[in-house]
Structures are given as C-alpha cells and as structure tokens.
C-alpha cells in the first residue's frame, strides 16, 4: 500500500521550497521526499524562484535531450561518427548539446563533480550525462535526479577510452585555447580538464564565455574531481546569472546537493535505521569526521589529540569531572548528547568513547558515541564500500553541528548538505608530530572549499601569472583550510 509522505498542507516544506519536483515514485526514491521532511530538519536556505523556474527548465532540457530520445540517438551517432563539431553549428538541429561527467575519485570528490557539472550544465544549456563509473556503481549510490529522464551515461555511448582523456589530448580546452586560438576544426568534442591538479591553461574553462568555441561544440567531456563554483563565479559572462540563481552566494553546494543527491533505499535504510536507533533520541547531536590523509592505517594520538582540543576549546563535547565526586543517581532530564564519529579506524572513537565511561561528565551530561564502520582502508568503486560512506556522509549531515577533517572533500558533502558551518580541524602534514595549534576554527560558510579554481583573472587570462583571486571578489574567499583554496561565503 502507497504511504504518503506528508500531508498536503506540509507540500511546500517536503518539496523544499519548489527545489524538489513533485509526482516521482516515493516508494522507488524514499529519501527524496522524507529525508526534507522527516530527517534534515529544515534548509538553511530557501531556494530563489528563478533557481526553481531554471530547474523545471533543465529537466525538460533532461527529458527532450537525454538518453532514449530521437536527438540523443542523432548527437550520439553524430559522435560515433567522428562528425566535427563546426559542421554541427550551435548544437544542431534539435537544440541538443551535452555534458558527460566521468566519474573517478573518492566519493566525497565525486559528489562535488556532480553538483558542479549539474550547475555547469545549467548555466550552458546542456545535458548533463554522468558516467556511471567503474563497476557500475552511481545507481547503486543515488536515484535519478530528474523526472522522466536519466541522468547515467549509456554504456554505449560512441567515444571509447573517454575516461583515459587527459590534459594533453588534442580535445582539451587549454590546448584548443592556447594552442589552436579557438579552433574546433576537426574535433568531434572538446575535453574539459578541471582537475585539482589541472594547469593554468586547462583552467581557463572558467573563463569561457561561449562567445568563443565551445558553444558549437555539441559534446563537452569534463573531467573534475572539484568543486567549481567559486571559479565559475570569475566568469564574467556567468555573474549575473550566478546572482540570479543564488541571491546567497554561501549556499550554492547546499541548495545544489539537496536538489540533486538522493541516496538509493539501501543507503537510505542504512540512514534511517542507524539514525533511530543511536541518534534521533538525543537532546544534541555532534558529528565528528576524522580523516587521516596517511597511508599506514594505524591510528595517531596527534589527530585524538586534535579532535578532543578542538572539542574543549569549542565547547563542543561536555567536559569529563576532575574531582571524583560518588556517582550521582539517574537526573531525570540530564542532557544527553550523541556523538557520531565517522573515520576509516575506530581507535579514536573508542578513545572518547572509553573516555567518557571511565570519567563521568562536569555538568552531569550523558555521553554516547557511536561509529558507523571502520573500512580501515579507501576502496574504489566498490558499491558496498561507497555505499557505507555515503550513508555516513548523510548521517553526519543530519546531526547538529559538525567538526570536520581540513581538505578532505567527505566532510565538506557532509556539511554542506546539513547547511552548516562547521568547525574545521587544520590538517598536518606530519601526523607524528604534536597536533596543530590552535586545533581547528569555526569556518566561514557552510560552502565546500575549492581546490583548484583559477589563479588568474578572466579579464585578463594571463595564465603564466599566478595571482590571488582570493581577494578579488567580496563573496570569494581562501578557505580555512587550504591557502591556495578558495571558497564562498
Ligand atoms: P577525501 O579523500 O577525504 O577528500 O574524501 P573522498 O570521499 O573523496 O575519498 C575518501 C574515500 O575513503 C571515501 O569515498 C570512502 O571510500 C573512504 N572513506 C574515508 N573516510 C571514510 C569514513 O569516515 N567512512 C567511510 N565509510 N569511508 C570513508
């Protein structure tokens, strides 16, 4: 039997404002509809009414243009074919261009990809066509985004050893830029490089204005592993419209994932079912992501160290009694709080853990803490795997505040689809040494910090210049993190 979500009159709040599109399948997708409602309590922003005409918009672009229909079929024979991209004119015919995501990387990373293809597609008019990666997993990780339209690349799509592209293909935007002054002339697409490592010249995908060549090329390959919104944001020809889309430039990953990023069932369930049991009862909820950027497995007491120093200096975990005081009677209403610890070893969540059995609290507070898994090791592209850390990336985002490890792109998700600031532990790049000092700080906007944005103007594209874009526009700024990163805010 078919259970509705939500009463008619909370449409408006289960639908997040007009961000989410009534009439998908509940029953296929749960958490689209009761993540919003029941879980995530509420958006730290409201989306724009023109960010909602633009994403009725894009998903009629999905449906006349995805897989399964007569242009896509026509773009990908085209493509198949080797036809340039100069005979295809501005799109074709059907007023079809494409974007293809390939998929690599962790998946915090991938996460961020895909929100920023999705805006990317959006401010260019394309479709945007996710590879589904190796061993197949995207639709073992999220549901379809857009109603009557799929957004997997079809395993037959024409361009072989895709995934392989790389920054000196031909196709790539910064040798067609530098080193053929714009020309498309022979090409059947152009490859965009926007690795965190891409250089200067990849980078100035940025700064595109589509008065150039890319407009005429139907397909666009892209490449990232980032995300790029503060970079798009240089783009002159983008600003208005960026502004349109986000009269709040710090919630553009937030307003982007809750829209786009909705965990299968199995993931769902796995949410759901730990939130419940661990966490939902609580009066507070801390979310601490540890992330030990080391190879060697083994934990470091510099990072436990890390974590319990932000934890006091923030007042963020209740402090642990210095005196031995006998052990009070039950209070009736003492404050409980939970912790969610999420981290590839559980040493560290043992440690607090032990620590709050064998001490008891200042302030009488009740401690739990809770760890998910240990996969003790990344794995790629293996769904079981992928799919415990997007299940963990979730439940971090439903607790309360959150405490996040510096660079590391999990947290980033984590926070930003919760809509929250979070406090940020600065990342060593020696674990054997003393914890950093101060441990953390509170960030500046619950944006995911970028890794590779551009480092030169797009006025001027002097890409042998390295300058500070941090402090060219007033809502883009050096991330706490990372110097070299930039973020919004
Ligand atoms: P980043 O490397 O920290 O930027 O984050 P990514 O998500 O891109 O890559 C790290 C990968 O390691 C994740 O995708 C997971 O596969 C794994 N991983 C890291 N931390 C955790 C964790 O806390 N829980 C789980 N289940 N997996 C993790």
């Not at 990809?113 to 990317?120: D, E, I, Q, R």
């Not at 551009?454 to 007033?474: A, H, M, N, Q, Y």
Request: hydrophobic share 40%; glycine share 8%.
């Amino acid at each position: 039997q078919s259970q509705r979500v939500a009463e008619p009159s909370k449409k408006d709040d289960v639908l997040l404002g007009g961000l989410l599109v009534p009439g998908f399948d509940e029953q296929a997708c749960a958490s689209r509809y009761q993540a919003a409602y029941y879980y995530h309590k509420s958006m730290a922003r409201r989306p724009s009414p023109y960010l909602v005409k633009r994403l009725r918009e894009q998903e009629a672009l999905q449906r006349r243009c995805g897989p399964g229909t007569e242009p896509y079929a026509r773009a990908s024979e085209r493509l198949r074919s080797g036809q340039t991209t100069t005979d295809a004119g501005d799109g074709d015919a059907d007023g079809c261009s494409y974007l293809v995501l390939i998929s690599y990387r962790g998946l915090g990373n991938r996460m961020l990809a895909m929100a920023s293809a999705f805006l990317y597609a959006l401010l260019t008019g394309r479709a945007l066509l996710v590879d589904p990666g190796y061993g197949n997993t995207l639709a073992d990780l999220f549901c379809e985004p857009f109603p009557g339209a799929t957004w997997a690349l079809p395993a037959d799509f024409p361009l072989a050893g895709f995934k392989e592209l790389g920054e000196d293909a031909p196709e790539s935007y910064g040798n067609v830029a530098v080193n053929r002054t714009g020309s498309v002339a022979g090409l059947a697409f152009v490859y965009l490089h926007l690795d965190h490592a891409a250089s200067p010249a990849s980078r100035l995908v940025y700064c595109d204005d589509h008065r150039q060549f890319l407009h005429r090329v139907q397909w666009a390959v892209l490449r990232t592993d980032q995300y790029m919104a503060p970079g798009l944001f240089f783009n002159p020809a983008y600003q208005e419209e960026l502004g349109r889309l986000f009269p709040r430039k710090d919630s553009v990953f937030h307003l982007l994932s809750r829209y786009l990023l909705h965990p299968t069932n199995a993931i769902w369930g796995m949410v759901t079912r730990y939130y419940n049991s661990y966490l939902r009862n609580a009066d507070e909820r801390l979310g601490i992501q540890i992330r030990v950027f080391d190879n060697s497995r083994k934990p470091f007491q510099s990072v436990l160290d890390q974590v319990l120093a932000c934890a006091s200096q923030e007042h963020l975990l209740p402090a642990v009694a210095t005196t031995t005081a006998p052990p009070a009677l039950p209070a009736a209403g003492a404050r409980s709080v939970a912790v969610l610890v999420t981290g590839l070893n559980s040493w560290y969540q043992e440690s607090i853990r032990e620590m709050y059995w064998t001490s008891a609290t200042a302030g009488g507070a009740v401690v739990s803490v809770h760890q998910p898994s240990h996969e003790e090791y990344q794995i790629w592209f293996y769904s079981k795997h992928d799919m415990k850390a997007l299940a963990e990336i979730y439940l971090l985002s439903l607790t309360d505040r959150i405490v996040t490890s510096g660079w590391s792109t999990f947290g980033y998700v984590a926070h930003g689809l919760a809509g929250h600031t979070p406090w940020v532990m600065f990342r060593t790049m020696n674990y054997s040494e003393p914890a950093p000092d101060p441990p953390c700080t509170r960030a500046m906007s619950m944006e995911p910090c970028s890794h590779g944005a551009p480092s030169f103007e797009c006025t001027r594209k002097e890409i042998d210049r390295i300058i500070d874009t941090g402090v060219l526009l007033p809502h883009v700024r050096h991330c706490e993190d990372i110097s070299w990163g930039l973020k919004l805010t």
